[in-house]
């Protein structure tokens, strides 16, 4: 991630006006800035797709798949995270390949539809193991590749910010980005909950209801697509691209007279 940001020891701010404060007018900025929002939205179906789904893990094997197969949900988890791992790898790459924005959307892509497919899978079957290791091989690093890019599309939405408004608020925009993404999260958890006591879920039963079943699956596939899918939208509108960006820190290199 350290690679794709940039930080800038100069910074120049904005005068301090009379009957108002810079922390009033960084707040105000953010507010109008409307590539934060965008990605805002990106961030926040990301992290659905990740806690939705990490959640549901821990349900799906013991009521789906049973404690008679040789892979745990504690394996099948660490698989996942060293496929995240992975997947970093390959975020600077292909960013400066096709752009930030391409990159993420066709990330969160591959997971709409790599974790759609993990509904299909036949869980009676060693076969059906093996697929759902694929599918969190593949999930889990386009989640990687993802991951970086997130902060990385903030500090560009901080430059914008400063070109626009005349004023650097990189640390109001990544501590009100990262405190509204921790609400992502939160929703994510509360949504598991209440999809689970919605479709019928009772600890105390071993086998439980075809209809509960389902539902579990679905937030082990579908659910977990539809957050990606919510970040595709976001991204499509989103209006910082590989070219306007070069455009943006052209015009700061002039204004901290670098260029």
């Not at 697929?131 to 890019?149: M, N, R, Y």
Request: net charge positive; charged share 15%.
């Amino acid at each position: 991630c350290f690679v794709m940001t940039k930080e800038h020891v100069k910074i120049e701010r904005k005068p301090q006006t009379e009957g108002g404060s810079s922390i009033k007018d960084d707040l105000k900025a953010l507010v109008s800035n409307g590539p934060w929002w965008l990605m805002l939205g990106a961030a926040i179906g990301q992290l659905l797709c990740g806690s939705i789904r990490g959640g549901a893990a821990a349900y799906y094997f013991a009521n789906i798949l049973g404690a008679n197969i040789f892979l745990t949900c504690a394996v099948y988890l660490t698989i996942g995270e060293i496929g995240q791992m992975a997947g970093v790898a390959f975020a600077v790459p292909l960013s400066e390949k096709i752009g930030k924005r391409n990159t993420f959307m066709a990330a969160m892509a591959a997971v709409v539809l790599f974790s759609s497919l993990i509904w299909f899978i036949p869980t009676g079957t060693a076969a059906g193991i093996w697929w759902l290791i694929a599918l969190q091989i593949l999930v889990s690093l386009a989640i990687g590749v993802a991951a970086p890019l997130t902060w990385s599309m903030f500090a560009d939405v901080a430059d914008y910010s400063e070109l626009k408004n005349g004023s650097n608020s990189t640390g109001l925009i990544f501590s009100s980005s990262s405190m509204a993404q921790k609400f992502g999260g939160a929703i994510g958890g509360f949504l598991l909950l209440a999809l689970l006591g919605a479709f019928g879920y009772n600890k105390d039963l071993a086998l439980q209801a075809p209809r509960t079943l389902g539902a579990i699956k679905a937030m082990m596939s579908f659910i977990p697509a539809i957050g990606a899918a919510l970040s595709i939208l976001a991204l499509s509108f989103y209006p910082l691209t590989t070219r306007k960006m070069n455009e943006v820190q052209a015009e700061l290199k002039k204004k901290r007279g670098e260029a």
